[in-house]
């Protein structure tokens, strides 16, 4: 099946929240042959001509969707911060050191008011050389004055929503700004 084709067919069966994380996934580079996936302009040109059951759901999802989330949990982070309307920080940002020397990459960052959120898979804690060098990358990060929320699977448990909701807006010192409307009831979908 073309990826067009089952991207149109999945506008009016996915949850909102689905169809972000694969439209996230279709914005991601290409390891693989040409032809295998849509590229951004395809996207956009499909969603521009078609007229079929979900497309408003679906150009909405790409209106939420980014290019940088490298995982699925990425994808719920930047969707939860979308739905609060501070979806605005940086993804996967390589940061450096006053010397110019490569510090590390991160999920999200704000350099403005040097912030920086991650999202710690499991790997993070299991694979001692990737524990290892998260703890020498953010060690690095806040001695240049950044801070620094890591969050987990379980924040984004729908369950826990409202408190990671306030959890972020205390950490970016930011409250949420409305969505229009139509964005707003496509968040509220259960």
């Given amino acids: 099946m073309p990826a067009s084709l089952a991207l149109l067919q999945s506008a009016a069966t996915l949850p909102f929240l689905e169809l972000v994380v694969a439209l996230d996934h279709l914005r991601r580079p290409r390891r693989v042959p040409h032809g295998a996936s849509l590229t951004e302009s395809e996207v956009d040109a499909l969603l521009m001509r078609s007229r079929t059951r979900g497309i408003t759901r679906l150009r909405d999802a790409w209106s939420v969707s980014r290019h940088g989330a490298e995982s699925r949990m990425e994808s719920h982070l ?8 501070l979806d605005d ?15 590390g990459r991160f999920d999200q960052v704000d350099r403005t008011r040097m912030q920086i959120l991650e999202y710690d898979g499991e790997q993070h804690r299991t694979d001692r050389q990737q524990y290892l060098r998260d703890l020498t ?49 496509r968040f509220a979908e259960r």
């Fill in 89 to 103: 920080l940086e993804l996967q940002a390589d940061l450096y050191d006053r010397s110019g020397a490569w510090i």
């Fill in 78 to 85: 930047h969707y939860v911060l979308a739905s609060m309307g």
């Fill in 137 to 185: 990358r953010l060690d690095h990060a806040r001695d240049l004055g950044y801070r620094i929320l890591r969050t987990h699977a379980e924040d984004l448990h729908p369950l826990r929503r409202q408190e990671t909701e306030q959890r972020l807006s205390a950490f970016l010192g930011r409250e949420p700004r409305p969505l229009r409307v139509g964005l707003a009831r």
